[in-house]
């Protein structure tokens, strides 16, 4: 079975640049999860998306926890997370990508760990939430004609609403740099299992406020159209550059 995965979201459901190879049901304590087998390049990899088949699941309700432990219960030990995100920067603009290595974490309702056993206390190190080794090995393999931001934070609203212009203000002057629905907790949950994760950010639209216009989930949708075959074959590209064994310390997180 592949050793890596992709999650995808809006916009990333047609993988029309690899080969479908088969679909497996993943039954697991918190529910069953589709997962598609994919192949290119000579690279195996499998792709779930996050938000299940057909898009029927909002930010707040995706069923994360049985994601990611449908991925680890497949043998990957790799993840690369795309999410689509707003702008909280002028110069973070639509059709940018940015490499996350830190979040803010304003979720409210969704399960956010696996360890929630009475008697089983579990601390996890989330000092560094995204895995160093894998963020690196994404940026060498980014084509130069693209905009890549290395570095950024990624606030995670609850949803489905968007923020308000008081909101993406605060989160501005917390220090983030884009706004999702996503990213948190499934980045948490892959470092409690040991899965090296990554995000690559997608930026679809400025965040409220920080533009005249307002923001729709249309404009989200039509920038994801458009960024939909570039991702795709770059998150393709990257998979090669991802060293078998790993070198960092994500599997060792957890006390």
């Known amino acids: ?36 087998i994919y192949q290119a390049g000579g690279e195996e990899f499998a792709f779930l998306p996050r938000h299940s088949e057909g898009h029927t699941r909002a930010p707040h309700t995706v069923n994360y926890r049985a994601n990611i432990m449908a991925l680890k219960q497949l043998g990957v030990e790799r993840i690369i997370g795309v999410c689509s995100v707003g702008s909280l920067r002028k110069h973070i603009k639509p059709g940018d990508f940015v490499l996350v290595d830190q979040f803010l974490d304003f979720t409210k309702s969704r399960p956010s760990t696996f360890f929630d056993e009475e008697g089983h206390v579990v601390h996890t190190n989330v000092t560094e939430p995204y895995c160093a080794e894998m963020r690196e090995c994404i940026a060498e393999a980014m084509p130069l004609k693209h905009r890549l931001h290395k570095k950024g934070t990624y606030v995670c609203a609850e949803g489905p609403r968007f923020e308000t212009a008081a909101e ?13 629905m996503t990213g948190v907790p499934e ?6 299992l040991g899965i090296c994760y990554a995000c690559i950010a997608v930026v679809t639209n400025y965040a409220a406020g ?8 249309e404009e989200v949708l039509e920038e994801m159209e458009k960024l939909r075959k570039t991702i795709q074959g770059f998150v393709i590209r990257c998979l090669p550059s991802i060293p ?12």
């Open 1 to 36: 079975m592949p050793r890596t995965a992709v999650i995808g979201g809006t916009g990333f459901y047609d993988m029309a640049q690899a080969a479908l190879k088969e679909k497996k049901a993943v039954d697991t304590k918190y529910g069953r999860v589709i997962v598609s």
């Open 168 to 180: 993406i203000r605060m989160f501005a002057a917390l220090g983030g740099d884009v706004v999702g």
């Open 187 to 192: 980045c948490v949950l892959a470092r409690e």
């Open 210 to 217: 920080i533009s005249d216009e307002p923001v729709s989930h």
């Open 244 to 255: 078998e064994k790993t070198g960092c310390g994500c599997k060792d997180a957890c006390h």
